[in-house]
């Protein structure tokens, strides 16, 4: 009986597989060159990163931020009015940083800044050691760390680093990021059926929200992203520390007293008892950014020197 050969015809028609390499060669050649048309340089560390989002869609969504967390400090009895000391001296200090941000000295895309309007809402919370920024110049500080943080100096080295923050566009990099994870997800679901492990949508969604301490449960492979994805979250915060004393120098206050502030934050830390594992930190530990300050004092120290600086500076009125 002669044998029965049943001939496999190869899987994939040659045509459709090469039309399809040619569609993941154009598609990725124009997300490269989007990429690159969007790249700028930070002002002061002069790095390079890619921000899709204009400034005027980053000042919208500063703007509905705060007035969302404004109307909720509020409704707690915690925002304190514009005459209050606290208040008052925060604006002080924050609005003569700001306005040296637009200073030409640090090179990089600086357009950004004209024209922001400034506000700096104090939130009464003892307990909460902590401020953050929005785009569009929009600040909030909680009283816990005015009163852990007693001097004009150390005030302004906190303002520097959230003003620098918005000199730096480190939330319009942020969400330019997750449009590029948006866009590469798109190609290759379209062209290959390949999806980016869910996991990835986890680390640039749920991380970023988290408090320290949180119980949610964490895969090992959040985990080995979440690493990644806090890498380059600590690397902004360490350039907001950098640019910052150098804005805070330009507005006349020691940048030296930035090294006083993160060691007090640290020992705020040590007797808080904070154990939260590295990869769930949004900000890099005390010490590592004092370590960075030191390394960048002497260029701040210059700046400091160069704006004649001579302004007797006292204690923060709290």
Partial sequence: MRGQYVHFKPR????????????????AGGVAIFYFTHLE??????????????????????????????????????????????VQSVRRIGERIAANAEHPGGGGRTDHMKDLKWEFMVIDEPGNVNAFVMPG??????TGLLRLLRKEDEIAAVLGHEVAHVLARHIGEKLSSAALYTMLQIVLALTLGFNIPSDLFQVAVFLPNSRHGSSEPVTPLLQ???????????????????????????????????????????????SAGISTPGFLRTHPLSQKRVEAIKKNLPKALEDYELAGCNAPRGYFPW
């Fill in 137 to 142: 110049g929009k600040v909030v500080v909680y």
């Fill in 224 to 270: 080995h992203y979440g690493n990644h994805y806090f890498l380059a979250q600590w690397k902004q915060e360490t350039e907001a520390d950098v640019i910052g004393i150098h804005l805070s120098a330009r507005a006349c206050f020691d940048p030296t007293a930035a090294v006083d502030v993160f060691t007090k934050l640290g020992e705020a830390e040590k």
């Fill in 12 to 27: 994939g028609d040659p045509s459709v597989l090469s039309r399809r390499y040619k569609v993941i060669a154009v598609a």
């Fill in 41 to 86: 340089d930070v002002p002061y560390t002069h790095r390079r990163h890619a921000v899709f989002v204009s400034p005027e869609t980053e000042k919208v969504l500063g703007l509905q931020t705060f007035e969302q967390v404004k109307a909720e400090a509020k409704a707690a009895g915690k925002l304190l009015p514009q005459h209050h000391p606290a």
